[in-house]
């Protein structure tokens, strides 16, 4: 059993899966979790991570890397929320205070733009904690390796 961050060298990233620290090749956290956000495969960065809006490929296209496993569960409509929230929060309130505009507008305005910031971002947010996942080689990924 060897268990040392000093074993790793560049380009090369460590996992732990069960006891031991198993070397995995392939890219940087970032990259990968940028890849992620944008739809992409994070191994390959080439194919693409989701299909039909939200729902995840069960092997790369590009790569045969398998990805279908990944349970997102519910954390990125949560992340989702978190951030539109934040977004229209401030927002809301700087307009209130600085501008005088009718209520049936803000009443039409804001809800659209909360709809239209969670149709966008929440399959980026799928996309990053997919790739998060990946990463972190979470959610049965030893069980398709040993397949
Ligand atoms: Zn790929």
């Keep these: 059993m060897w268990r040392s961050s000093g074993l790793s060298k560049l380009g090369e990233s460590m996992t732990l899966a069960s006891e031991h620290v198993i070397p995995k090749r392939g890219p940087g956290t970032l990259l990968a979790l940028w890849r992620g956000t944008m739809g992409h495969c994070p191994n390959c960065g080439k194919g693409a991570l989701l ?36 977004l229209l929060f401030g927002n809301v309130w700087y307009v209130q205070r600085h501008y005088d505009i009718p209520v049936w507008v803000e009443m039409v ?39």
């Design 109 to 147: 305005g804001w809800p659209s733009l909360g709809l239209l910031l969670t149709l966008i971002l929440l399959p980026r947010c799928k996309g990053f904690v997919l790739a998060l996942l990946w990463v972190l080689r979470r959610g049965g990924a030893e069980k398709a390796a040993q397949a």
């Design 51 to 86: 299909r039909r809006y939200l729902k995840v490929v069960p092997n790369c296209a590009e790569c045969g890397e398998a990805l279908g496993h990944l349970p997102a569960d519910d954390m990125p409509p949560w992340l989702t929320i978190i951030i539109v929230g934040h």
